[in-house]
C-alpha cells in the first residue's frame, strides 16, 4: 500500500487510530541514509548494486556517466522547487499543514495535476539522491532570491537570514522524505577533510549550511561513510563505515543494529543485512544491570589510505 493510501485509510477509519503491534510489525520500513565519502570513491556507481526495475535514480550533479549503461529511470531536477515537488510527490502531504506551505495537501494535489498518479512512484522501492550537496547548493540560490534573505532595516542582502532559511528548508525537505515510510531513500554526499589546529584529521559532510550537516545525522536512519583503507601489506581497498565510534573519526551511525564496523562496499547487502534478522536475536543494547567489566583489548584495525582510490568496478 503507498503512503499516499495509507493516509486515506486512517483518515477514513472510525475509532481510535491506534497501529497494532501484528499492524507495525508487518509495515515496510524503508531505509533512509546517507552515503559519503570523498570524490572519485564509487558513491554514484552504488546504483550498480541495486535493481534497476526497482531504483530511482534522483540525478541533480548530471554526473551519470559513472553509471553510464545502468538500465533505471532518473529524474532531473534543476531548480530547488523542483526538489520540493518531487518531494511531496514520493512522500505524499503532510496533513499537519497549511495550504499555503510547501509538502501541504493543496502542494500535493498541484504536483499531482502536473506528475500525474502519485501510484506511478509505487513500483520503487529506492530512491537514490545524487547528491544531497548539489541539493543545498540549489537551495541557496533559492534562499538568496526570498525576502528573509535581507534586512529589514537597510533592504540590502543579509547573508545570516539566507542561511537561516537554507537550515529550515532542508530540514523540512529531509524530514518529509523520512517519512515516506515504505522507500528507502539514499543521499550521496560529499566528505570533507580537514585539519584542525593539533594537525588531526576531521571529517564532515560537505554541506551548505552548518544546521544541515549538524542535524542530518540525526534525522537519517543510517550514515555510512565509502573510504579506502590499507591493509596489513599495504595496499588499500574501499569499504564502508558504519559505526559511530569509529577509529578514524568517519561520519557513521547505524540505527539498526546489525551492522558491523566495517561492511562490504555493496549497497544493496548493505540494505538486505539491515532489513534482515538480527543476528542470534540479540537486542541492540543489554539494560541488565551488574558490574561494569572492561572490554576486551580490540584487534588492530587497518589505517585510512593517503592516496585517492581508483574507480571501482563490481563483479
Not at 506511478?120 to 526570498?146: M, P
Amino acid at each position: 500500500m503507498s503512503t499516499v493510501a495509507t493516509l486515506r485509510a486512517v483518515a477514513t477509519t472510525p475509532g481510535l487510530p491506534i497501529i497494532t503491534a501484528d499492524q507495525r510489525l508487518a509495515e515496510r520500513r524503508g531505509i533512509k541514509g546517507v552515503l559519503a565519502g570523498k570524490s572519485g570513491l564509487g558513491k554514484t556507481s552504488q546504483l550498480w548494486t541495486l535493481d534497476p526495475h526497482a531504483t530511482l535514480f534522483f540525478d541533480l550533479e548530471a554526473g551519470d556517466l559513472a553509471v553510464e549503461g545502468w538500465t533505471g529511470d532518473a529524474v532531473r531536477p534543476r531548480t530547488w522547487s523542483e526538489c520540493r515537488d518531487f518531494g511531496v510527490f514520493i512522500g505524499g502531504p503532510n496533513p499537519a499543514l497549511r495550504d499555503d506551505q510547501p509538502f501541504s495537501s493543496a502542494h500535493f494535489e498541484a504536483v499531482c495535476q502536473r506528475f500525474g498518479d502519485p501510484g506511478a512512484i509505487d513500483r520503487y522501492q529506492t530512491i537514490f539522491v545524487d547528491s544531497i550537496s548539489v541539493a543545498a547548493r540549489l537551495c541557496l540560490q533559492w534562499c538568496k532570491g526570498q525576502p528573509q534573505a535581507y534586512s529589514d532595516r537597510t533592504g540590502k542582502p543579509d547573508a545570516r537570514g539566507a542561511y537561516g532559511l537554507l537550515g529550515s528548508e532542508m530540514i523540512q525537505w529531509l524530514t518529509h522524505l523520512q517519512h515516506a515510510r515504505g522507500k528507502n531513500v539514499w543521499f550521496c554526499c560529499l566528505l570533507d577533510e580537514k585539519l584542525d589546529e593539533f594537525n588531526r584529521r576531521i571529517y564532515s559532510l560537505q554541506i551548505e549550511g552548518a544546521k544541515t550537516g549538524l542535524e542530518l545525522p540525526g534525522i537519517l536512519d543510517e550514515v555510512i561513510t565509502l573510504a579506502e583503507l590499507k591493509a596489513d601489506d599495504g595496499s588499500s581497498y574501499r569499504a564502508f563505515i558504519c559505526q559511530t565510534l569509529n577509529p578514524w573519526g568517519f561520519p557513521a551511525k547505524d540505527r539498526s543494529g546489525r551492522l558491523d564496523l566495517i561492511e562490504e562496499p555493496n549497497l544493496a547487502r548493505l540494505m538486505a543485512k539491515i532489513a534482515g534478522p538480527r543476528p542470534g536475536g540479540a537486542p541492540r543494547l543489554d539494560f541488565t544491570a551488574g558490574p561494569v567489566t572492561p572490554p576486551a583489548p580490540a584487534p588492530a584495525l587497518p589505517t585510512p589510505a593517503e592516496s585517492p582510490a581508483a574507480t571501482p568496478t563490481f563483479a
